[in-house]
């Protein structure tokens, strides 16, 4: 069973930090796409990052270029989300998402909170 648990979110005021994880189970990365999701209050989902096995290429919404970065731990099975120099507009529900590569059969996580603010 494919199981996805988000944590790490939280307030944090504009410029600072914060790393997102997503506990995965019941499944390996090697035939999973990971991306991370976000929406904010009032507006659409929108894939914020990607991680694709088992090259570890990465791609990224051009808002978050720079400041965020997405890896994962094959050893934990966990994927992290590194958010630096937050801003006010990256106030979101945080989403972890898994893709079967073969399959297409996508996974969700229930998401977490980032609230930036001052």
């Known amino acids: 069973q494919v199981q996805l648990v988000e944590s790490g979110g939280g307030l944090v005021q504009p410029g600072g930090s914060l790393r997102l994880s997503c506990a995965a189970s019941g499944f390996g990365f090697s035939n999973y796409v990971m991306r991370w999701y976000r929406q904010p209050p009032g507006k659409e989902r929108e894939l914020v990052a990607t991680i694709a096995s088992p090259t570890g290429s990465t791609s990224y919404v051009d808002s978050v270029k720079g400041r965020f970065t997405i890896s994962q731990d094959n050893v934990k099975n966990t994927v992290y989300l590194q958010m630096n120099s937050l801003k006010p507009e990256d106030t979101a529900v945080y989403y972890c998402?898994?893709?079967?590569?073969?399959?297409?059969?996508?996974?969700w996580g229930q998401g977490t909170q980032v609230t930036v603010s001052s």
């Open positions: 998402n898994a893709q079967n590569r073969r399959s297409r059969n996508q996974y």
